[in-house]
């Protein structure tokens, strides 16, 4: 009895942990991966890095998006696309305050 007493310390810490730090993040990379995955041609978009465009072409094969900037077209990893800052763009400005 005693030997389970002194980990319920630990086990509550590890919980604590578990609830307010490792869901929420799980939570939020399956959302990411559904954002990249629903991306389609034709949608603006901002990458995390700061660079706005338009998706031209996606590439399943290699997870690649091909983006048309006002001076070009530049291949990046679905990955490197900001899901907050893209939302953020393509919401409707009436909405946003």
């Known amino acids: 009895m005693e030997g ?6 630990f086990i509550a810490m590890f919980a604590v942990v ?4 490792i869901a929420p993040q799980m ?3 399956k959302k990411e991966k559904k954002f990249a995955s629903e991306l ?3 949608d603006k978009v901002i990458t995390k890095s700061g660079m706005h465009g338009r998706i ?3 590439n399943d094969k290699d997870s690649s998006c091909i983006i048309e900037t006002m001076s070009g077209k530049i291949k ?6 900001s899901m907050e ?3 953020k763009l393509n919401q409707d ?3 946003t305050k």
């Open 4 to 9: 389970i007493s002194s980990f319920l310390p």
């Open 40 to 42: 389609k041609r034709g």
């Open 85 to 87: 800052m893209s939302q």
């Open 93 to 95: 400005p009436a909405t």
């Open 18 to 21: 578990y609830f307010f730090m």
């Open 27 to 29: 939570k939020r990379a």
């Open 56 to 58: 031209a072409d996606l």
């Open 76 to 81: 990046f990893d679905r990955s490197a696309i």
